[in-house]
C-alpha cells in the first residue's frame, strides 16, 4: 500500500480522496493555489503545499510545481480527482519516470479514450454498440457530406479531442452541415489544440446511461451497474440517479455483461465509465472516461461499494472488492450538482457563504468542501457542494430529496437550489419520463413564461 498520497485536486473531490485516505491509513497531502489557501481540503490534510496563483495552468496543472510537492512531502502516490490533469497521459507518464504511482488507468488506455475517434473503433472492435457516424475524422470538403448524407440528417460534428460538451455542433440539414464544421473544429483547436473532428447520427429523444466499470488490471472486471444523467445543460450533467428509470434487470445485466467483458480484454485497471445514449431499446457507445466521475457517489449508494477507496487499493496492487455476483444493487440514488450561479440565468455567482446548513437524516449525503464564512473563488468550476439521497425505491428516494432540499441552506450567494426544487415536483421527473433535451426544453418554457 501507498505511505502517502499527494491529492492534486481542490474542492469536493480533494476532500472526498482525503476521506479515502484517513479510513485507509494513508497520509495525505494536500496542494493549492495561493486562491485556495483557505480550503477545506488544506485544512483537513496532514501537509499541504502551495503550488501557484490562482489560475489553473500556473496551479492545478503546474506539472513540475507538483512533482516538487512530491519530492518536498515524500509522497509515493498522486491522485489526480476528475478534470485537471486526471485525463493527461503525459502527467501519468511523467510520475512513472519520476517513480511515483499515478492512481488511475494505464497511460496507454487514457491517451486511446482520450481521442473519440479512437476509442470508438476500440468500442466497435471490441463487441461495444456504437453511434452510427463516420469512420474517422472527416474534413471539410464533399466528402463530409457524402458521410452525412449516407448516416441521414440531422448529423452532430463532434471533435476527437472532444470534453465538456465543447466542439460539438449540430447539423440539421445538408445546408447547416459546412457551417457546423467550421465551427466545431474552429472551437476543437482552440479548446483542445487538435481541430479534428467527426460526424455522428444526431439522436432525437436519447437518454444518457453510463456504466460504472472497476477493473483490476490483469483481466479480471466487473460493472457496477448504471448511472442516467440525462438532465443536462448545455451537455453537462445537473441531476444523475441509479438505477435508471428506463432499464429493466435483463438490459441492465446485458449491457453491464457486454461493458465487463470489453474491460476484462483490455486488462483494464481502476475505475472508469463508459456512457452510452439509449433510444428505443438500443444502446448507443459514445465515450469512456478513464477517471472517478462527479457522479460516482450515486453508484457508492446503491452498491455499497467505496469507489474512491477501492480505486487507491487497486492501484497498489490490490484485488477487486467483489465478484460480479456479489454486486448487489440496492435502493435508489439521485445526486443534485448544487451551483454557485443564478438558477434561471446561471450566470456563475462567487463570493462568501454567508449562511451554511446541509441537510442531513437517514439517506443524506453532502458531498462538498465549503462552509459558512468560505469564499467561494470565481477561478474556477462553480460547484458547491452535491447533495445525494438515497431511498429503498424511487419513490422513498424523491420523498427525502424533496425534503433534504427544503432543508439545505446557502446564503449569500446565489445557487441551482431553487431550479432542484421545482425539478423533483415536475410531473415528468417524478414519472422518471425525460431525456437529455428535457431540462433545456423545459428550461425555455420557464423563460418564456
Ligand atoms: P463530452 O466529452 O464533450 O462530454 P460526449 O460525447 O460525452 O461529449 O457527449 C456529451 C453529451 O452530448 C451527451 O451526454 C449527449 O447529451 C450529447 N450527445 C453526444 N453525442 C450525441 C449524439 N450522437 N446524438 C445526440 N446527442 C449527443
Not at 415536475?426 to 422518471?432: Q, Y
Request: proline share 5%; aromatic share 6%.
Amino acid at each position: 500500500m501507498f505511505d502517502k498520497i499527494l491529492i492534486a485536486n481542490r474542492g469536493e473531490i480533494a476532500l472526498r480522496i482525503l476521506r479515502a485516505c484517513k479510513e485507509l491509513g494513508i497520509a495525505s497531502v494536500a496542494v493549492h493555489s495561493t486562491a485556495d489557501a483557505d480550503a477545506m481540503h488544506v485544512r483537513l490534510a496532514d501537509e499541504s503545499v502551495c503550488i501557484g496563483p490562482p489560475p489553473s495552468k500556473d496551479s492545478y496543472l503546474n506539472i513540475p510545481a507538483l512533482l516538487a510537492a512530491c519530492e518536498i512531502t515524500g509522497a509515493d502516490a498522486v491522485h489526480p480527482g476528475y478534470g485537471f490533469l486526471s485525463e493527461n497521459a503525459r502527467f501519468a507518464e511523467i510520475l512513472a519516470d519520476h517513480n511515483l504511482h499515478f492512481i488511475g488507468p494505464k497511460a496507454e488506455h487514457i491517451r486511446l479514450m482520450g481521442d473519440k475517434i479512437e476509442a470508438k473503433k476500440t468500442a466497435k472492435r471490441l463487441g461495444i454498440p456504437v453511434v452510427p457516424g463516420s469512420d474517422g475524422a472527416v474534413g471539410v470538403g464533399d466528402e463530409a457530406m457524402a458521410i452525412a448524407q449516407q448516416i441521414g440528417f440531422p448529423v452532430l460534428v463532434k471533435a476527437a479531442a472532444g470534453g465538456g460538451g465543447r466542439g460539438m455542433k449540430v447539423a440539421q440539414t445538408a445546408q447547416d452541415l459546412a457551417l457546423a464544421l467550421s465551427t466545431a473544429a474552429n472551437e476543437a483547436r482552440s479548446a483542445f489544440g487538435d481541430a479534428s473532428v467527426y460526424l455522428e447520427k444526431y439522436l432525437q429523444k436519447p437518454r444518457h446511461i453510463e456504466i460504472q466499470v472497476l477493473g483490476d488490471g490483469r483481466g479480471g472486471a466487473i460493472h457496477l451497474g448504471e448511472r442516467d444523467c440525462s438532465l443536462q445543460r448545455r451537455h453537462q450533467k445537473v441531476w444523475e440517479e441509479g438505477p435508471s428509470p428506463a432499464l429493466d434487470a435483463a438490459a441492465r445485466a446485458k449491457i453491464g455483461a457486454t461493458v465487463a467483458k470489453a474491460m476484462q480484454e483490455m486488462k483494464y485497471l481502476g475505475v472508469g465509465t463508459v456512457e452510452f445514449l439509449y433510444e428505443d431499446g438500443e444502446f448507443y457507445f459514445i465515450e469512456m472516461n478513464t477517471r472517478i466521475q462527479v457522479e460516482h457517489p450515486v453508484t457508492e449508494m446503491i452498491t455499497g461499494i467505496d469507489l474512491v477507496l477501492e480505486q487507491i487499493r487497486i492501484a497498489a496492487g490490490g484485488d477487486l472488492p467483489a465478484t460480479q455476483d456479489e454486486v448487489m444493487i440496492n435502493g435508489h440514488a439521485i445526486e443534485c450538482r448544487v451551483n454557485a450561479e443564478n438558477p434561471v440565468t446561471f450566470r456563475p455567482s462567487p463570493g462568501k457563504i454567508l449562511q451554511y446548513h446541509p441537510p442531513g437524516g437517514l439517506g443524506v449525503r453532502i458531498d462538498s468542501a465549503v462552509y459558512q464564512g468560505y469564499v467561494i473563488p470565481p477561478y474556477y468550476d462553480s460547484l458547491v457542494g452535491k447533495l445525494i439521497v438515497h431511498g429503498k425505491t424511487r419513490t422513498e428516494c424523491l420523498m427525502r430529496l424533496r425534503r433534504a432540499l427544503d432543508e439545505m441552506v446557502v446564503d449569500g450567494i446565489e445557487t441551482t437550489l431553487p431550479l432542484f426544487r421545482a425539478l423533483v415536483r415536475e410531473t415528468d421527473i417524478i414519472d422518471g419520463d425525460y431525456h437529455i433535451h428535457w431540462l433545456e426544453q423545459y428550461l425555455a418554457g420557464q423563460s418564456a413564461s
